[in-house]
């Protein structure tokens, strides 16, 4: 009887065996800088979450870059008001020779000085988005923009967090998840607590807790955050301001003074605040998907 190769190998598995994921060159990290890594469900919020974090950030004094990681490129314009071109687009413009890169061909500068990327993505059906990010990082690196950098937030397409889209994972401190009081997305931010605990066996990456947003109410999400061993960090309102900011490409930080807008103002500053300070590494345990599509709602 022929014995399966699986079988022999099944207790050896490094990253990323048995996927098609992209390995990135270890030698490749970010140094010194403080990691964010924000992932949530499709249609969240995450990039506006990301880019008013990003202008927390600034206005504590701390020198930020954020790296959209969404083929839509869009992560960044409230801050720099205008859709920037990608590192895939000014990679292929040069042949892919990228000693032949500028700093300001892919970076640039956005609302109180915080640097921007968009990293991009190979078009629909081919390619990998891990190989993008890897080599938007060893641009980084190559031209010495992350040794002037205190934080560095990664905003990660939807709530893929299988292959290449996972790769922001290994580079980052803490992993934050933005998630709505509702059964999408409190049962996509299982998902991804599941794979930022995969990628946590090979990489520092640690859970830091859970943004709400667009929520009035957080029952569900505090009760499954008790159920699993997660924690709220914030609580960003379904305010029309917000949306707003959207239409007229601004950060929150922007926009005509009004109290609501100071308390959310202030949520995102406390958020920044904390994260810098540093937050304790969450040991989540994701629930099986049948046990959480049982656990969710109302008796």
Sequence with gaps: MTVAVRDLVKDVRLD???????KLDPTVSIGTAKVFSIYGKGGIGKST???????????????VLQI????????????????????????????????ELRVEDFVYEGYNGVKCVEAGGPPAGTGCGGYVVGQTVKLLKEHHLLEDTDVVI?????????GGFASPLQHADRALIVTANDFDSIFAMNRIVAAIQAKSKNYAVRMAGVIANRSKQTDQIDRFNDA?????????PDLDVIRRSRLKKSTLFEMESSPELEAVQREY???????WAGTTPLDAKPMKDRDIFDFLGFE
Excluded: M, W, Y
């Design 16 to 22: 990323g065996d048995g996927s098609v994921q992209v």
């Design 49 to 63: 979450v990301s880019s008013n974090l990003s202008a927390a950030f600034s206005k504590i004094g701390k020198r």
């Design 68 to 99: 959209g990681c969404d083929p839509k490129h869009d992560s960044t314009f409230t801050l720099t008001k205008r859709l920037v071109p990608t590192v895939i687009d000014v990679l292929e413009s040069v042949n892919f020779h990228s000693e």
């Design 154 to 162: 990664f905003d990660v397409l939807g709530d893929v967090v299988c």
């Design 228 to 236: 699993i061993g997660l924690k709220r960090l914030a609580l960003i």
């Design 269 to 275: 500053l406390t958020l920044a605040e904390t994260l």
